[in-house]
Each structure stands twice: as structure tokens, then as C-alpha cells.
């Protein structure tokens, strides 16, 4: 059990509570992507705390289920993308160092909606269109 594990299913429940199935469904995470609760006595444990991430209260919310691992490091969101099982749901990890840059996007109006440079930012980086992966 990792603590995305519980978040993953409380998701699962909320959009099945409020009738969401089947409407379109991107699930954002601001995390470091490191699971926390892989401890065995006192130790943390490294191996195989990708494969315990279990996304299969996911897979058949809705066609197309993206989620948005933001502020990973390059080593985490290659093990997000390759290590975790999964068949229909689809991960993609915008690592910490492209985050950083939305604070450089913001104008000096004091509302987001009206601030053009993030919202270009965000659609060009952020909002990037998430691909299906070939399983072997």
C-alpha cells in the first residue's frame, strides 16, 4: 500500500459517486512522485516501490485517463512512466525543472484568467497531449 494508492481509489469513488464515468478525466498529482510510506523496519525501502503503485481503480473511469505527475525529478518520472503497471491509463510526468518556469510566466495582472503568457505556457508545456504506450 503507498499513499498515491489511497488517492487513486478515493478518486475512483468520487467520480463514481458524482456520476462522473465515462466524461473526460485528467488527474494532475503535484508530488515528487516518490512514494512515502515504503518503511521496513525504520529502513526505506528502494526497490520495487513503483510496482506496489496499483492504478487499477483507474482504468475504466472514462476512454481516456491521463494523469499529470508535476515536480518529479528526471530518475522518478522515468520510473512513473516504465515501472508502474498499467493498461489504459496513461502517465505523464512534467519534471521540476520545466515547472519551475510558470512562475517566469506570469504577467503583473492580478487575474489568472487574463494573463496570456501563462496560459500559453501552460497549454505548450503543461497541457501537452499524452500518448498511448505500446505494451510488449
Known sequence: MTDFNAFFLRVSETVREQGLALAPLT??????????????????????????????????????????????????????????PRQRVRIWPVEAVIMRGWHEQRDKCPVIEQEERFWKWAQEVVNHRVRRQKFL
Do not use: C, H, M
Open 27 to 84: 488527474i494532475v498529482v503535484a508530488s515528487d512522485g516518490v512514494p512515502d510510506v515504503a518503511v521496513d523496519n525504520g529502513r526505506r525501502i528502494v526497490e520495487g516501490l513503483y510496482d506496489k503503485i496499483d492504478l487499477s481503480p483507474l482504468e475504466y473511469l472514462a476512454r481516456n485517463v491521463p494523469i499529470r505527475v508535476l515536480y518529479p525529478n528526471p530518475t522518478v518520472a522515468q520510473k512513473w512512466e516504465r515501472t508502474i
